[in-house]
């Protein structure tokens, strides 16, 4: 195939009109038909994300030059993708493809079509692109994989004699000092409940320095959504738990994640030293941490949650890394 940057750079270029081609507003619909979860909006805007941080030529330039490239040794990896939000496992095909390696895709189910498309559009690119799109029965030389806890100990059983690098259900915090501006809470908004709040990155919990509620704007949301909040609310009221009512979300006082979508739990702090010692001690099930009063290895500002530069890698495992190792 052609030089992998310039490669992804002209993928970039392609994806520029989409949403207002003929062609892709015909995927958008076919997806949004296949996964009623995908709003047409919210897959222009994953496109555009993937297409402004990650398939920017200076931007990959910078990014790649910390690593050894190509791999000494070409090898299969299949990728396992989750369908949660649009095209979310597209970073790993980007990965593995800049490494060297050939990419054998086994798309979710529920975001086959936007993968279907990308791929078509990198063969359109270059015939000799190293990706395949497959069933998951490939036989393959490492595997990168996303899912549930329980897909990751299938995966982890399955592929014990070969590399991989396996993700399992991760959410994300966010801590407020209480002095955040309007624009910050409209950002924190969108960190929220973009996608439906179905992302890891999505922001589910919040630590509120004690005396403080954010004002929170909700944007729209589908109807899956909103039939998940009339649910969860009912409960809380049989329960007779105590919550806010947000008109389409519920928020409880609690320190732990929640269990379900539609609910935000809101956890009251003293002193930045508690809410570091839990981020410290709920790590492994940390994937972001959005705030401007503390420091995190993961800590993205107010409305990037869902914007990852290439460097902020899943469950903070290096994806490179792994695949100069196999």
């Not at 190509?70 to 593995?96: E, K, Q």
């Not at 189910?109 to 279907?116: A, F, N, Q, V, W």
């Not at 000799?128 to 036989?139: D, M, N, R, Y």
């Amino acid at each position: 195939m052609k030089e992998w940057i310039p490669f992804f750079a002209e993928l970039g270029e392609r994806l520029r009109p989409f949403g207002r081609t003929p062609q892709s507003r015909e995927t958008i619909a076919q997806a949004c038909r296949a996964n009623g979860w995908f709003r047409p909006e919210e897959i222009v805007r994953a496109v555009e994300t993937i297409r402004r941080d990650m398939l920017d030529a200076g931007k990959l330039e910078s990014w790649s030059s910390r690593y050894a490239l190509p791999a000494a040794r070409p090898r299969r990896v299949l990728v396992v993708m989750a369908g949660n939000i649009p095209l979310v496992g597209f970073f790993d095909l980007l990965c593995v493809v800049a490494s060297g390696h050939r990419c054998a895709v086994k798309p979710s189910g529920k975001d086959r079509i936007l993968m279907e498309y990308v791929v078509r559009t990198m063969r359109e690119i270059d015939p000799a692109v190293p990706v395949e799109l497959c069933g998951g029965e490939t036989p393959a030389d490492a595997v990168i994989a996303t899912g549930s806890n329980n897909a990751a100990r299938y995966f982890r059983a399955r592929y014990a004699e070969i590399p991989t690098l396996l993700r399992g259900s991760r959410q994300s915090a966010a801590v407020l000092s209480g002095a955040e501006t309007p624009a910050q809470l409209a950002g924190l908004a969108d960190d929220i409940w973009a996608y439906s709040g179905l992302g890891c990155r999505n922001v589910s919990l919040l630590f509120l320095p004690e005396g403080y509620t954010p004002a929170l704007t909700m944007p729209a949301m589908n109807a899956k959504y909103r039939n998940n909040y009339r649910q969860q609310r009912a409960l809380c009221e049989m329960e007779g738990r105590p919550f806010v009512d947000l008109g389409c979300a519920v928020a409880v006082e609690q320190q732990e994640f929640p269990q379900a979508l539609s609910l935000l739990s809101l956890a009251r702090y003293r002193s930045l030293d508690e809410v570091e010692r839990w981020l410290a001690a709920h790590d492994r099930q940390l994937q972001c941490v959005v705030s401007e009063c503390l420091s995190h290895s993961r800590r993205t500002d107010f409305g990037r949650a869902q914007s990852p530069a290439l460097t902020d890698y899943p469950d903070d495992c290096d994806v490179m890394e792994f695949l100069s190792g196999i």
